[in-house]
């Protein structure tokens, strides 16, 4: 499984664009990028998935650079409510069982 | 269409004690992965399982957890003779096809050993 690297906390203000960048310099071909979100006392939630270049979806967009090293996740004005810890997770897609490691997340702190 | 549920929420436990986690996959969804939190920590895999089948068990102590998902009826993790490191939240996640669709969680039991 590629190791990702992404900060431990990033701080925002409502109304605000903020961008969360994952490294993964040893992703292999076959693996995907994707990202989840987890409040306190839930379980992750799926936000967005890709591949390569660019995806956009009605929550966020995840831009994936030609080299795949890295990633980033984009969440638009974001609002308190966006406050959680987001996870970034490659895998290789071609396997046939899925154990995607969840590192310790990026604890994204939304302020008013 | 109900999420994936998971019971009990809380569960408290003696040391020495047995634990039984349950977990309800979303309906059609035949495989189901298990994992452990730990405090302000990220989510560790234990176990990948399909119906009747145990895929992988990489990620689960060798000793006093054991894993099953049967033919009918919810998938149970369960903890023999827990002690107080074994204290987390254990999450259970579904899909319909394994590694090419998302993950899709419970909100989670968790565990305390007194």
């Known amino acids: 499984l590629a190791k990702t690297t992404q900060p431990i906390s990033m701080d925002s203000y409502e109304g605000q664009e903020v961008n969360i960048t994952c490294s993964h310099n040893?992703?292999?071909?076959?693996?995907?990028i994707t990202w989840y979100q987890q409040f306190p006392s839930q379980g992750p939630r799926f936000i967005i998935q890709?591949?390569?270049t660019k995806v956009t979806n009605e929550v966020a967009s995840l831009f994936i650079p030609a080299d795949r090293k890295s990633s980033t996740l984009s969440l638009p004005r974001v609002s308190l409510s966006d406050t959680a810890v987001y996870y970034c997770?490659?895998?290789?897609?071609?396997?046939?069982?899925?154990?995607?490691?969840f590192g310790s997340g990026t604890k994204l702190n939304v302020k008013p | 269409n109900a999420g994936v549920m998971q019971n009990p929420r809380h569960l408290v436990r003696r040391r020495g004690q047995e634990a039984r986690l349950r977990c309800s996959p979303m309906?059609?969804?035949?495989?189901v992965y298990w994992y452990r939190q730990l405090p302000e920590e990220g989510l560790k895999f234990m176990v990948y399982?399909?119906?009747?089948?145990?895929?992988?068990e990489s990620g689960m102590p060798k000793e006093r957890f054991s894993a099953e998902f049967p033919k009918e009826g919810p998938s149970i993790l369960r903890i023999q003779q827990v002690v107080r490191g074994d204290s987390a939240a254990y999450f259970c996640?579904?899909?319909?096809?394994?590694?090419?669709?998302?993950?899709?969680f419970g909100n989670g039991t968790r565990l305390t050993v007194t």
């Open positions: 996640a579904s899909s319909p096809t394994g590694m090419d669709s998302p993950l899709h």
């Open positions: 040893n992703i292999a071909t076959n693996d995907y």
């Open positions: 890709g591949y390569k």
């Open positions: 997770l490659v895998g290789d897609m071609s396997d046939n069982f899925n154990k995607f490691y």
């Open positions: 309906k059609g969804h035949s495989h």
């Open positions: 399982l399909q119906k009747e089948n145990i895929i992988d």
